[in-house]
């Protein structure tokens, strides 16, 4: 069945979720010509559920299939896909890791050491934030049964987190911005401001495929997966002293499906070794059931048994706190689950440009005559604003799901040159974090679904500190939601903050592995670039029905 130019997608501020309508009409086959040569007439008849049905001329009725939209048809935010995307995305499941680790098994009991891979998972912080919330863990417990199930029970050699890798992305974005910032001061050239975050690939794909304009705009620093893809397939490949990359199988665990699609682009793609920077993306669904598929983590009580391992040093974020001082713990990121892309920014950007040290708390609360908190028209949008001498100097937003970025594009678009010329006037903005999906990264859709929905009972841990057979499941996606981002929260808030210019392997890499921050070889490693892609428009009223 061919897809019609008429799809319409209602609540066009999320991905699609199954309790969403999401309408494209139904496949009409071609009437059939009568004995006599003409042709059979019709008529399509809707009744009161919604169901199709083609009654003929002898009044003969035939139920018509719905047309669905499913995964094939739209990932996330990023609008309908190509079948080609459809594929790529079909190539990435947990399959595919199981492939991976059966190979590696056969390549050992033949004695053929040459065709052994290094299996390597990087996890995001958002995907343990998800698991702990349900399974009413911590995210350094979740992360310690996690080691012991990828790498006693599966067999995988590496397991990395990418809040390491974003301390990279965001010390990047960080210098990137004030790059632009002085350049556009100097200049006044436009496409350079306002910046806009580059680590939501919905996001991404929505831009190169209906505004293709706002693509300067954009920053051009890699997202935390693909800089680990880069630590993965060529820092920890020439530290293994591999000589190949192609010979590190790569997979990344994180909150949505569109992840896939950003892992499957050319630009992370080497043509010299054959091999992509991350081999295979599962959400954090996906994880879920490999653990089920192992017999664990099938409940919250026997997620509380499951074994653990001591976390690692290498590409994680962690280090000793007052509460474990025998061993490592995760460190906590600050701002939102989205990164922090729109917190450690702005305090890069207010110390560089204006001689203004701003902590990661003050951010959180404001500071009266110098940083303001504005809230926006709806929870997923707000701005922070850096005041001197009573102007505006600096003001930078969250934009979170589409009915926020639409708006986005437009003032992007009508703005043109002037953008951030008129600040105090217009508040236009100079740095935007922009995600696709409301509420940001710990609502993606490859995330868990809220606990009763799911038949399992659930403690607000935090508060009570212990569990209660009187427990009340979590009503509504909302309040789920918010629980997750408290999970993602408590590290940061329990004192294991550790900012991307605090984290001392980072410069360490610049130097050693990179050969500088300014090297030519940084910017291949921790930059990418956009394209606009062609759509084919097609008026509604053009279609026959």
């Known amino acids: 069945m061919t897809f019609s130019g ?11 979720g199954p309790s969403q309508a999401c309408i494209k009409p139904v496949e009409v086959k071609k009437p059939l010509k009568q004995t006599d040569g003409s042709i059979a007439k019709a008529e399509i008849r809707i009744d009161s559920s919604g169901d199709y049905f083609e ?40 399959h595919d890791l199981y492939q991976a680790l059966r190979e590696n098994s056969m390549a050992a009991e033949r004695g053929t050491p040459e065709n052994l891979k290094t299996i390597v998972v990087s996890i995001s912080p958002q995907s343990r934030a998800s698991l702990a919330a349900k399974y009413q863990l911590t995210e350094n417990e979740v992360h310690r049964r996690l080691l012991w199930v990828l790498k006693e029970r599966l067999g995988v050699h590496y397991v990395f987190d990418t809040a390491f890798s974003r301390d990279f992305s965001l010390t990047e974005s960080a210098k990137e911005f004030v790059r632009r910032y002085e350049h556009h001061k100097q200049t006044g050239a436009s496409g350079v401001l306002p910046m806009l975050a580059s680590a939501c690939p919905g996001w991404i794909c929505y831009a190169e495929k209906t505004h293709s304009y706002i693509l300067p705009n954009i920053s051009t620093t890699k997202s935390p997966q693909q800089i680990m893809g880069s630590l993965v397939k060529d820092c920890l490949c020439s530290h293994l002293g591999l000589s190949t990359p192609s010979l590190i199988y790569h997979v990344t665990v994180m909150p949505c499906y569109d992840k896939k699609l950003e892992a499957s682009r050319k630009d992370f793609y080497s043509d010299l070794y054959a091999t992509r920077d991350i081999d295979c993306v599962l959400t954090t669904s996906e994880l879920e059931l490999v653990m089920h598929e192992q017999g664990l983590f099938t409940s919250i009580e026997e997620a509380k048994l499951c074994p653990e391992l001591r976390i690692e040093s290498l590409f994680t974020k962690a280090g000793i706190v007052q509460e474990d001082p025998e061993s490592l713990s995760l460190l906590g990121s600050e701002g939102t689950s989205s990164g922090g892309y729109l917190s450690f920014i702005f305090r890069y950007a207010s110390y560089k440009l204006f001689g203004v040290f701003l902590t990661p708390e003050q951010l959180e609360t404001g500071i009266q005559g110098l940083v303001e908190i504005q809230s926006g028209r709806n929870p997923d949008t707000w701005d922070l604003v850096l005041v001197q001498n009573g102007e505006v100097v600096l003001r930078f937003a969250a934009m979170y799901g589409f009915r926020n970025i639409q708006s986005l594009v437009r003032k992007v678009k009508g703005s043109g040159s002037r953008v951030a010329r008129r600040t105090k006037a217009s508040g236009e903005y100079h740095f935007v974090e922009v995600m696709a999906c409301p509420s940001g990264c710990v609502n993606g859709g490859g995330q868990l679904k809220p606990a009763q929905t799911m038949g399992l009972p659930y403690v607000d841990s935090m508060v009570s500190g212990e569990s209660s057979e009187d427990s009340v499941p979590w009503a509504t996606s909302k309040d789920w939601v918010s629980k997750v981002e408290a999970e993602y929260r408590q590290l940061s808030r ?18 050693e592995w990179l050969g500088g921050e300014e090297s030519e070889k940084a910017r291949q490693m921790l930059h990418t670039q956009y394209h606009s892609l062609q759509t084919q428009d097609v008026s509604a009223l053009m279609v026959k029905w």
């Open 6 to 16: 008429a799809l319409q997608l209602t609540d066009l501020n999320d991905f699609i």
């Open 55 to 94: 009654v003929s001329d002898s009044g003969q009725e035939i139920r018509l299939e719905k047309a669905a939209i499913t995964l094939n048809d739209c990932l996330a935010c990023s609008g309908c896909v190509t079948s080609a995307e459809s594929i790529l995305v079909a190539m990435q499941s947990h």
């Open 494 to 511: 329990c004192g294991a903050l550790e900012t991307p210019d605090q984290n001392p392997l980072i410069a360490t890499l610049y130097s």
